[in-house]
């Protein structure tokens, strides 16, 4: 059974998935990375509740691209649910990300 926790979300924004396409791989990376610092700083170590946590925070489009993504995705051997919800945004928006092609 979870435990109950009280987190104030302010303080971390949410996640602009609709923003510059060139420019949301790295946008994603940063504030992916801001949210570990928040989970880690609230002492939340279920994953289940990292996972609930990502996506309340990450708003609505990033709910609806996890859900997209995750409809088959499940933990592997090693993994947790929060490792799966972190890697499905991952992929969808380094795939977004503008690579320039180099004339030779």
Same mark, same amino acid.
């Given at each position: 059974?979870?435990?109950?926790i009280h987190t104030d979300l302010g303080g971390i924004p949410s996640f602009d998935c609709k923003g510059? %396409?060139?420019? $949301? #791989?790295?946008?994603w990376r940063k504030w992916r990375r801001a949210f570990k610092f928040? $989970?880690? #700083?609230? #002492? $939340?170590?279920? %994953?289940?509740?990292m996972k609930a946590l990502l996506l309340r925070c990450g708003?609505? +489009?990033?709910? +609806?691209i996890y859900f997209t993504l995750s409809a088959t995705a499940e933990p592997g051997e #090693?993994?947790?649910v929060f490792m $799966?919800?972190?890697?499905q945004p991952e992929q969808h928006f380094t795939l977004q990300v503008n690579i320039p092609y180099e004339r030779h």
């Open positions: 059974m979870a435990t109950s510059e %396409p060139t420019s $949301v #791989g790295a946008r928040f $989970v880690e #700083g609230k #002492g $939340v170590t279920n %994953p289940k509740q708003r609505m +489009d990033l709910q +609806d #090693g993994e947790t $799966v919800a972190m890697n």
